[in-house]
């Protein structure tokens, strides 16, 4: 063990309240509103801020660590498409709405070999920028989330790129994030899935291309990507597969192929000997499962499960497999971590969410003044102060309004976001937000006064 190891802590303050309240009543009101218009009782909420939202994405960073030290391009991309996928698991169950931040809010995380900066940069529409660093690498980008309503579900689009540079190789890597499709948000269980398409592409001349797949009522695809690594001449090198909420593996393109073509042609053989104890078994029952993930059992590892009480097959995902699919030979690149055991009574948080709003001791003394930490309606609701939380919330809305307003007449100063700017990312050739490098001088006033 390492003594040095900082303790972090494992709970919030108080369990959650577990309301039953429905979802629907409020949002048939919100229907074609922007994320951050709506605003939804805060027994809807769970107590973080869309910024400690985007610094989940950090959870699993030593992979980009892992990434730097590779010496070859292709194995480099391998890691960063683990990460690209870690950073989506804390999302799987987790059906809380975060707090909108306010504009000019800002969260720093600084862990052990990373830290990372994020600024509310723009309110109408939302967007949110981060910044992320270590010693060999640099992570960054800015969401905007975009709600669409389809019914029966809701999809969030999270605009905006996301780029990692290993400035000591010269190397970058941008991708664009995948879609969040809410389901059963007029009746039933709510569950949430990631859709669409990933394209990780980099200036080595290497690109990855992922698919995260749609359940559309069955198990089978549930949770499930899929996807492979080409090079320039677009020849498919690596096949990638797993669940952005457990794993990712990847094996050489060829071996997959063979793989598939010796489990279909056994699969042949079998049908027409005897199907039990033909060598072949093995391989076919594989190639099944890989092609048709069964239902089984419900996972296990959570009290919480996939819903299966609702009564459109449509949205009736049967719970997801237990047995996971593999091709022999391939690698592992990134697996999930377990969630606590208390997880299900604070959020379906993850270890990692569990700290992100803890006021270490020594901090207040150096946080810059609008951190997400010192909002008093999510500390509230964290305390389990649904009613406290719910007056500060309104009062802060209230008060962002009156900054505003007092913004747009003629002679006052215009809002410009303080650690980040509008820049052309080089590497996207798109309008991006690039830090400042000035939050880390740790050099705040209290001239934004958001809370
Ligand atoms: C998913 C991962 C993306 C960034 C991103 C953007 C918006 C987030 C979404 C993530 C997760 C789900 C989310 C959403 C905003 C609101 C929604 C937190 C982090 C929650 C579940 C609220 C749903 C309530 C609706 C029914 C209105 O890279």
């Known amino acids: 063990m390492e003594q040095s190891k900082k303790e972090y802590r494992l709970v919030l303050p108080v369990p959650m309240f577990h309301s039953d309240y429905n979802i629907w009543a409020v949002l048939k009101n919100c229907i074609g509103k922007e994320l951050s218009k709506i605003t939804m009782p805060v027994v809807f909420n769970e107590p973080l801020s869309f910024l400690q939202r985007m610094a989940e994405y950090m959870e699993y960073a ?58 509310q940069v ?16 640099v992570f960054h980008g800015s969401v905007h989330p975009k709600l669409k309503f389809w019914g029966k579900s809701v999809e969030i689009q999270p605009k905006g790129t996301v780029t990692v540079e290993f400035p000591k190789l010269k190397e970058a890597y941008t991708w664009n994030n995948v ?40 198990s089978k695809n549930l949770h499930r990507i899929e996807g492979h690594i080409s090079d320039k001449l677009k020849q498919k090198l690596f096949y990638v597969y797993g669940k952005w909420t457990e794993f990712i593996k990847c094996t050489e393109y060829a071996r997959y192929e063979e793989f598939i073509k010796e489990s279909s042609s056994k699969c042949g053989e079998a049908r027409s000997k005897s199907p039990n104890d033909s060598p072949s078994h093995t391989s076919r029952k594989m190639l099944q499962k890989f092609n048709s993930l069964k239902v089984s059992t419900f996972r296990s590892q959570n009290s919480t499960q996939e819903p299966n009480d609702v009564d459109d097959p449509e949205d009736l995902p049967k719970g997801d497999s237990d047995v996971l699919p593999d091709i022999p030979n391939s690698k592992t690149i990134w697996k999930v971590n377990p969630r606590p ?41 964290e305390q389990g102060d649904i009613d406290g939380a ?24 215009q809002w410009t976001p303080r650690w980040f700017v509008q820049q052309i990312n080089p590497y996207t050739q798109q309008e991006d937000w690039i830090s400042n490098g000035n939050y880390w001088k740790r050099q705040y006033t209290n001239d934004l006064d958001i809370f």
């Open 122 to 137: 723009s309110h109408h529409p939302p967007v949110s920028a981060f910044h992320a660093e270590s010693d060999d690498w």
């Open 179 to 218: 879609t969040c499709c809410v389901h059963n948000i007029i009746m039933g269980k709510m569950w949430m899935e990631q859709c669409g398409n990933m394209e990780i592409v980099s200036n080595s001349g290497y690109k990855a291309n992922l698919t995260f797949k749609q359940a559309r009522g069955s």
């Open 390 to 413: 719910a007056i500060e919330k309104t009062r802060l809305e209230e008060k962002q309004r009156d900054a505003n307003k007092q913004r747009k007449s003629k002679h006052a100063v």
């Open 341 to 381: 055991p208390q997880s299900g009574d604070y959020y379906q948080f993850t270890m990692f969410a569990m700290a992100l709003n803890e006021l270490e001791p020594g901090m207040e003394n150096i946080l810059c003044p609008t951190d997400s930490r010192l909002r008093p309606d999510i500390k509230k609701l």
């Open 62 to 119: 030593h992979l980009l660590r892992i990434a730097a030290q590779q010496e070859d391009p292709i194995e480099r991309l391998q890691y960063v498409i683990g990460f690209a996928v870690s950073a989506l698991a804390s999302n799987w169950e987790r059906l809380g709405k975060p707090f909108n931040p306010l504009l000019g809010e800002t969260y720093e995380l600084e862990r052990e070999d990373f830290k990372i900066i994020c600024e």
